[in-house]
């Protein structure tokens, strides 16, 4: 409708499957991600090199599954908000970046890296963040697709 003002995209976007980890090959926390995207239905993509697809096709098949989207090139430069070393840091980031989308309804990507979700502490503040994603869904101010490139 002409006058109709726009919503607010977001993308969800789970970079660094192997968690940091030079022993592991996939991060022990994707089964738990892939858990609170479901009990949300959000949508996410997960960033999965063609190698590592290859080594792990169990993951692949995780992920494929439940109709996230698999993406073998590294997370967007241009990410509103990117989850670092310290999960209370990223979670006050996240917060920022969705609240300013919604109120300039704006497009955004959150991009976490799978390190900082593997922490107790980490893998709640995910949940929240999640929780506040999912909500502003429910109440029509926020779309959530998967990341194109």
């Known amino acids: 409708?002409?006058?109709?003002?726009?919503?607010?995209?977001i993308s969800i976007v789970f970079a660094d499957l192997s968690g940091g980890q030079p022993d592991e090959a996939i991060?022990?926390?994707?089964?738990?991600?892939?858990?609170?995207l479901a009990e949300r239905d959000l949508p996410a993509s997960f960033v999965m090199p063609?190698?590592?697809a290859t080594a792990e096709p169990f993951a692949l098949t995780l992920i494929e599954?439940?109709?996230h989207a698999v993406l073998?090139?590294?997370p967007p430069s241009n990410a509103h908000a990117r989850a670092g070393s310290s999960p209370a840091e990223w979670h006050v980031a996240m917060q920022q970046a969705i609240g300013a989308a919604t109120s300039r309804r704006t497009d955004t990507t959150v991009a976490f890296d799978l390190a900082a979700v593997e922490r107790a502490d980490g893998a709640s503040l995910l949940a929240e963040t999640l929780d506040l994603i999912a909500g502003l869904?429910?109440?029509g101010s926020?779309?959530?697709v998967k990341f194109d490139v």
Not at 1 to 9: L, V, W
Not at 27 to 36: D, G, H, N, T, V
Request: charged share 25%.
């Open 1 to 9: 409708m002409p006058g109709e003002a726009k919503t607010a995209t």
């Open 27 to 36: 991060s022990p926390a994707l089964p738990r991600i892939l858990r609170l």
């Open 50 to 52: 063609a190698e590592l």
């Open 65 to 67: 599954n439940a109709r």
């Open 72 to 74: 073998n090139a590294a």
């Open 137 to 139: 869904r429910r109440a």
């Open 142 to 144: 926020v779309e959530v």
